[in-house]
């Protein structure tokens, strides 16, 4: 071991390796000495300081020179019988520990004039010690053994539950992409509609970020014909069951509608394709129970009356331009058509749309 003595103003300087017994004697010989962080080395106070400090070198020298061969001798030693350890090796400076952290392991290794080595991340017991460092080999395995064994089952459960994670975005990811459709901007349905789609009824839930359709917006499924026009997707999820039935009751309704509305069109349609024009020389009397005044300012109204004779009458009073003006069987550019009425009939022309 090298034991260096400084002179300085104040006293004197000592720095030796880390060694428990050299560091007893140091402190009952110099009880008034003091660690110094900024010189990594002991420093003795006091004018004769110096001279007393190399006097102590030179006895504690003999006592280290004695140590220090006993200490080979049992190095060699436990070189050759130390048991078998992961965790701990031997080498001609003394012995090597290198574990995970454990309060017990750091509080053997200072026991045994350990050093921490943070470049190695590891405690390296000087050759003095080594020697008693074999009683410990055994506890100090089956410490690092178990921390390692924890630390291990904490990675894998971490991978675990991050493979687990990253399968479940994949999916969702991926449910989510199966759940959206592209729409222009201008035609998105409303969230919550309920509606098909693909042969499935689902239920609009939000809107994504608009942008520009490109030519390749047909090939992902998307219209065709509308580059350079703002789209968006639009999320859906699949409708429950009360909303497939509240929906195919909507549906039930708007076809019995529509159907209502081809029926009044063809009762319409075959009075409005009669023969019979007695020239009556105006509009007939009865109940209107049709009117179409939809074109009224270019100058065309129809209607369909019920006469008190009952007929049924269609009359056509058509002033456009391009019509043929002049007098007709029932008045000036006014046309009629009659048949006999049936209660069929009636019925289907006098259906009457909401809000109509």
């Known amino acids: 071991m090298q034991i260096v003595v400084g002179e300085v103003s104040s006293g004197a300087i000592i720095a030796f390796p880390k060694d428990g017994v050299v560091l007893q004697s140091l402190k009952k010989t110099f009880p008034k000495a003091r660690w110094d962080q900024g010189r990594r080395a002991w420093h003795v106070p006091g004018v004769r300081a110096y ?36 965790y701990v090796w031997y080498h001609e400076r003394g012995a090597t520990v290198a574990t995970p952290y454990s309060d017990r392991i750091v509080e053997i290794c200072r026991s045994l004039d350990g050093a921490f080595d943070r ?7 000087p050759a003095t010690r080594s020697a008693d460092l074999v009683a410990f080999i055994g506890e100090i395995d089956r410490i690092a053994t178990t921390i390692d064994l924890r630390e291990t089952e904490k990675k894998a459960a971490e991978q ?37 789609f693909g042969g499935r009824t ?28 703002w789209v968006c997707y639009v999320y859906f999820r699949p409708a429950t069951s009360d909303e497939i039935t509240a929906l195919e009751a909507r549906e039930a309704a708007d076809n019995e509608k529509a159907q209502a509305y081809r029926d009044q069109k063809a009762a319409i349609d075959e009075v409005e394709r009669s023969t019979d024009m007695p020239r009556i020389g105006r509009e007939p009397d009865g109940e209107i129970l049709w009117e179409d005044r939809r074109h009224e300012s270019v100058g065309c109204v129809r209607k369909i009356i019920l006469a008190p004779d009952g007929h049924l009458w269609s009359v ?4 456009s331009d391009g019509a043929f003006w ?31």
């Open 202 to 229: 689902i239920v609009v839930e939000s809107h994504g970020k608009r942008w520009r359709a490109d030519e390749n917006l047909s090939s992902v499924g998307g219209p065709v014909g509308v580059e350079g026009q």
């Open 119 to 125: 470049s190695k991340t590891a405690w390296e017991i």
């Open 316 to 319: 056509t009073r058509d002033s």
């Open 160 to 196: 675990a539950r991050y493979l687990s994670e990253l399968t479940a975005r994949k999916e969702k990811h991926a449910e989510r992409r199966s759940s959206r459709f592209v729409e222009l901007y201008d035609r998105v349905p409303s969230i919550g509609a309920v509606l098909r």
């Open 51 to 86: 001279k007393r400090s190399l006097a102590w070198v030179e006895d504690i020298s003999d006592v280290v020179a004695n140590r220090e061969a006993a200490a080979l001798e049992a190095l060699a030693v436990a070189r050759e019988t130390a048991p078998k350890s992961r």
């Open 326 to 356: 002049g007098e007709c069987n029932c008045g000036y550019n006014t046309v009629g058509r009659r048949m006999k009425a049936r209660e069929d009939l009636v019925s289907r022309i006098t259906w009457k749309r909401e809000g109509s």
